[in-house]
């Protein structure tokens, strides 16, 4: 028994620096990644799995026109030949193959639930069927003709093409999506007959520029449909530096009701958006309020997309509602264009248009090429055999001698040893043994044929006919030989090829017609929100604990109203729906709300934390009619503040907008409009400060000036006010009071201030 010990490299430490031992290894993953399973070859347009897939499915004979077979059958054989990995990656690569609203062209002809454009997963593999489509049958053209290398598959025991022939540009055509270590890939789908067109332009134009190929390829032809709504500049910036968004919507119809009524109907929509999560998401923009024209939303799918959109008053623009609807919902989306590709299976490069319809061009000529080879090649061994076989019928009837009388015939016939004497031909015949100049040289092939013809072959019409088929190789050949020794003939060859494939997959195909659909995007003057909805007097009632409603009508504020247990009332006030409600948070944000998407007042509300995205540590310092053109006066507990714009602070998003920038314990203090030339300022400590409001900056976002200097304590309140009108609070007793007399108490912004005046409230509050 061998010791472990005297083998070598076992028990041995090898040091050397982490960072290159990581580096080497994630390396190695990393390409990996980018090259076995992320990026698609340029030349076939094929991931590892999915060519792989299309090979055992060949392997198995499932054409076109064959039968089904199980697909856990093909996923198996998949994995247990050529794909080491799961078999439920397999399956999923393979039914998105199968689904006609993920690929243009389906490589995969499925039988059963292979999913929907709703989101759901397709079934499971012992359920569904499969085989192959024209598409994937036109890929693997020529594949048994030595047109592509081949490589061992992972144990060694089996053979896989390392690309496939590829008889269309199918890297444009269905496109791809991967994600790599560093990189990625998103090219979208695109019609055959134009990606031909060009090609066709290319072969006859190799210096084309761009912009030429793409009045062949205006753009993506989507699988799903929709209207692309870029411009075409913007669509050929993408497409000469390979990367750039592509904008893409809906399709949509007005359909008249009767009576002025009226709906929209949907009917695509864009690539790769789930109808079903697109409804939900049109359904939670009608129940927050968000488009208030939107009445209501329903499927109405069969086997074609009706999504139905109904709105609340027929005197809406239909325009209108749908660019609302484009903004807040994935009835419109942007497309990534990212052409990420491996050129020649080996080298990542972001590609243009040009370079990846080059790209397989140079790839088909290599198969044209190969192909040829193997045809010559075959033609040549066919030659040698009729050779042979004429020779045989020249000489016939010594050819049956010697198969008839020969110990052995193949080495008489090889004439390899003429001088043998054959005792049982001598006693029975006057056989001798032919020599050379009666068949001169015959190869082991030709004699092989010779000895495997029929007897039925060898009557006189059968010699006619190999003339006939040896001048017919003898043509074929020459033509043949021609293409490899011209590069014209090579192109043209090409070009009729293109042609077949424009021919046999494009608009006289079912399915072949362009789907995606262009139109520029006119400016539409969005009406606001407020302009559409009704105008309603309500109540805004906003509680100690952040529970906040509308309640219809302007309700008496002094009314009591019903809270949660230990909650009780802290802003209440008179609205309109048509209002813009801005909500000031110690965290220095400012948030929007409209009244019209708040909560009814049949109950206790909802919390406003959970309508904005209002911290936990937060508190609400107050909660105000937003009016245009004013300006407002924010501070800080640290005594800073500034002027804001209050057109400045409206947030057009739940995050809200930050304005006044606090730091550790420092919050947000006072929100008050600027109402007057003075400024009057009090801290905890009751000094009281004034000075003029043009001492303060006008920012639109900070920290602020110093508006009081403290010792001790913190800023309390702060208002602004007109000094000849003089300065007023409410007493004790709830009496506003009104002191004329302030030159004690005014003085330079950021100093301490002065005591407050006799009977200012204790609560350190102005009116």
């Known amino acids: 028994m061998t010791d472990l010990k005297d083998e070598p490299n076992v028990g041995t430490i090898t040091a050397e620096p982490l960072r290159r031992a990581i580096g080497e290894r994630y390396l190695t993953y990393a390409l990996s990644t980018i090259m076995d399973r992320a990026l698609p070859d340029a030349r076939d347009g094929l991931k590892p799995v999915h060519r792989r897939i299309l090979y055992s499915m060949r392997e198995l004979r499932l054409s076109p026109t064959g039968g089904f077979r199980k697909s856990a059958k093909i ?4 994995m247990g030949n050529y794909h080491p990995h799961g078999e439920a990656a397999i399956y999923d690569a393979m039914a998105r193959l199968a689904q006609d609203f993920s690929v243009r062209y389906p490589l995969v002809d499925g039988q059963g639930n292979f999913g929907n454009i709703d989101g759901d997963n397709p079934a499971a593999s012992r359920y569904t069927e499969a085989r192959m489509t024209l598409f994937a049958e036109a890929l693997m053209e020529g594949i048994s003709e030595d047109a592509v290398d081949f490589r061992e598959n992972y144990d060694g025991t089996l053979e896989e093409p390392m690309v496939l022939p590829a008889g269309f540009p199918h890297l444009l055509a269905n496109g791809a999506s991967g994600i790599a270590v560093g990189m990625a890939t998103n090219i979208p789908p695109h019609n055959i007959a134009e990606l031909c067109d060009a090609c066709l332009h290319l072969i006859k134009t190799p210096h084309a520029r761009e912009e030429t190929l793409l009045n062949y390829v205006p753009g993506p032809d989507f699988p799903t449909g929709g209207i692309i709504v870029d411009s075409p500049q913007v669509i050929s910036e993408a497409y000469r530096t390979g990367r750039g968004p592509i904008r893409l ?45 939107l009445a209501d939303v329903r499927d109405e799918s069969a086997d074609d997309i009706r999504v139905i959109l109904e709105p609340k008053s027929k005197n809406v ?11 807040n919902s994935d009835l419109e989306v942007r497309f990534s264009l990212n052409m990420n590709v491996l050129i020649d299976g080996l080298t990542p490069k972001v590609c243009s248009l040009k370079e990846v319809l080059q790209a397989f061009l140079d790839h088909r000529r290599q198969v044209l090429l190969r192909r040829s080879k193997y045809r010559t090649d075959k033609i040549d061994h066919r030659l040698d055999v009729l050779e042979g076989l004429l020779v045989a019928f020249l000489n016939l009837d010594r050819i049956i001698d010697i198969i008839r009388y020969d110990e052995d015939p193949k080495l008489a016939l090889l004439c390899e040893n003429w001088t043998k004497s054959y005792s049982r031909a001598m006693s029975e015949t006057d056989y001798t043994a032919p020599n050379k100049s009666e068949f001169g040289e015959l190869s082991d092939i030709q004699v092989e044929a010779i000895l ?54 494009g608009e006289g195909f079912k399915g072949g017609a362009r789907r995606t659909k262009f139109a520029e995007t006119s400016e539409i003057e969005i009406v606001p929100i407020e302009a559409m909805i009704d105008r309603e007097p309500v109540t805004i009632v906003c509680s100690q604990m952040g529970w906040i409603r509308a309640m219809s009508g302007h309700l008496d504020l002094s009314r009591e109203l019903k809270f949660k247990d230990g909650d009780e009332s802290k802003f209440i006030f008179h609205a309109e729906t048509t209002d813009r409600l801005l909500v000031f ?76 920038n606090v730091r ?26 004034i000075f003029p409001i043009k001492e303060i900056a006008e920012l ?23 000094l000849a009108e003089g300065l ?12 004329t007399e302030l030159t004690e108490w005014i003085g330079k912004r950021a100093t301490a201030g002065r005591m407050a005046p006799r009977g200012f409230p204790r609560d350190n509050k102005f009116n």
């Open 317 to 327: 623009q239909p325009e209108i509602l749908m660019e609302m609807l484009f903004r």
């Open 585 to 660: 948070a110690s965290n220095g944000r400012f948030y929007t709300l409209s009244p019209a998407s708040l909560p009814g007042g049949r109950g206790m509300g909802e919390p406003l934390r959970l309508i904005v995205d209002l911290p936990n540590h937060a508190d609400i310092i107050d909660i105000f009619i937003s009016q245009p053109g004013r300006k407002l006066l924010v501070a800080s507990s640290a005594g800073d503040g500034f002027v804001v714009a209050e057109d400045d602070v409206i947030a057009q998003t739940r995050a809200g907008k930050q304005v006044l």
């Open 75 to 78: 996923s198996g054989d998949v």
């Open 728 to 739: 007023s609070w409410l007493d004790p007793a709830g009496r506003t009071r009104t002191e």
């Open 249 to 293: 919507r809906c399709r949509w119809d007005v359909e008249d009701l009767g009576r002025g009524q009226w709906q929209i109907v949907v009917t695509e929509i864009p690539y790769q958006v789930q109808k079903s999560k697109l409804i939900e998401k049109v359904a939670e923009l009608i129940q927050s309020k968000k488009i208030p024209i």
């Open 452 to 505: 495997n013809m029929r007897l039925r072959s060898l009557r006189r019409l059968e010699e006619i006919e190999l003339n006939h088929e040896r001048d017919k190789l003898m043509e074929e050949r020459a033509k043949i030989q021609d293409i490899l020794d011209s590069d014209a003939l090579q192109w043209k060859k090409l070009a009729d090829q293109l042609r077949e494939t424009k021919r046999r997959f």
């Open 700 to 722: 639109s976002r900070g920290k602020g000036v110093r508006l009081q200097k403290y010792k001790d304590g913190i800023l309390n309140d702060a208002i602004t006010f007109y």
């Open 664 to 689: 550790g314990d420092v919050i947000a203090k006072v929100c008050k409009p600027v109402n007057g030339d003075h400024i009057a300022v009090v801290g905890e400590n009751r000094k009281v400060l």
